[in-house]
Structures are given as C-alpha cells and as structure tokens.
C-alpha cells in the first residue's frame, strides 16, 4: 500500500511553495488530518493533508474499498489580515475528515457545511466544493489508485447556501462572476440574489 501523503504534500509545496504554519487535529475513529498554511503576497492559503490518505467511499456501499474510489485534499484561499482566518483550521479539519466520520463522497458542486461561523465574526457557515485542476494539479498515482484532486473551496453565506440549494452550484457561481464578487474576501456580503 502506497503512502500517499508525502506525495501530496510535494504537490502542495512545489504549487504553493514552503508552508509557514502547520497545525493537526485527530477526531476519534479517524485518521489525523493536518491544515498547512501558505502565504502568497496578501492571499493566505489553507490546505489539508490527511484526506486522500484514505479513497472516499460510496455511503450506500456495503464495505468500502480500500484501493479505489475517489481521492481529495481541500484548499481555501483568503485575503489576509483582514480576518482572524487562522481559525478556520478545525472546522477546514472537520471537512477533511467528514468522508471518514459520515461517509460521504466530496465533489465539485458539494455544499460542506459547518454550522457554526468559519472563523470568528466570519459570515460563512458552509462552502461550495469548486472544480479541480486550478490552483493545484492533480496528482495522478499509480493503477488503480485513483488521482488526487485538489478541490478549491468558495466560502457562501447562507443565504447563498438557501439559493444554491434551489438553483445549483453553476448558476450561484455564475452570479458571483456576473457581480464581480471577491471570492477571498473574509467578510464579504451575499452577493445579491433577487
């Protein structure tokens, strides 16, 4: 069994460059799961490490397979010093470990919600799982392992979150380019949904 973890977190240095901060949270039954901190010019990165250990799983399926299915590291991007957005790290650890603890398969177009604020005073309680292949590239493994994704992560307020339940991720995210909506921004306003 290949450990994949070392080779993600290559991916995530050579796409993002050194970490500056670190920090890793263990919930029971689950495997650790750690949040790597990159700072880029006034854009603060929060990536996890942990998640593509273990494929993610159909929740209907009787056993899970230990080898195929899909795999994903999440990463958030914000502006910094506008926020306290370093608290984002449990509740960013609680969605990297939600396959394990609730089996559930994370994808482009997935809502992932925390119920409580982000980080403190932020306006977002969930986030929009965007399409791969952006920021990071995905990191192919060997047959039958199937390739890593690096799934960005728009945090929506949950008026957003109401709207994108009805209309779809596309069309949420068709509004916030229509307005020109600064997706990094940490405490922004719902864009305007009428």
Do not use: C, I
Not at 70 to 81: F, Q, W
């Amino acid at each position: 069994m290949v450990d994949v973890l070392p080779l993600v977190e290559a991916r995530l240095r050579t796409a993002l460059g050194e970490p500056d901060a670190r920090a890793a949270v263990t919930f029971l039954g689950t495997d650790r799961v750690e949040v790597l901190r990159f700072q880029e010019g006034d854009v603060v990165r929060y990536a996890t490490l942990g998640m593509s250990a273990q494929p993610m799983s159909d929740p209907t399926a009787m056993l899970a397979d230990p080898v195929e299915g899909p795999r994903a590291e999440l990463v958030l991007s914000v502006r910094a010093g506008l926020a306290e957005t370093d608290k984002v790290l449990r509740p960013l650890a609680v969605l990297a470990a939600s396959p394990q603890v609730e089996g559930v398969v994370v994808a482009p177009g997935a809502s992932l919600d925390v119920g409580e604020p982000l980080w403190p005073g932020a306006p977002f309680t969930s986030v929009l799982v965007a399409e791969p292949g952006g920021l990071v590239e995905d990191l192919e493994l060997d047959a039958p392992l199937s390739p890593v994704l690096f799934l960005p992560l728009l945090p929506m307020t949950p008026n957003e979150a109401a709207w994108k339940r009805v209309h779809g991720a596309q069309a949420l995210q068709e509004r916030w380019l229509t307005n020109g909506t600064d997706l990094r921004d940490p405490s922004r306003r719902s864009v305007p949904l009428e």
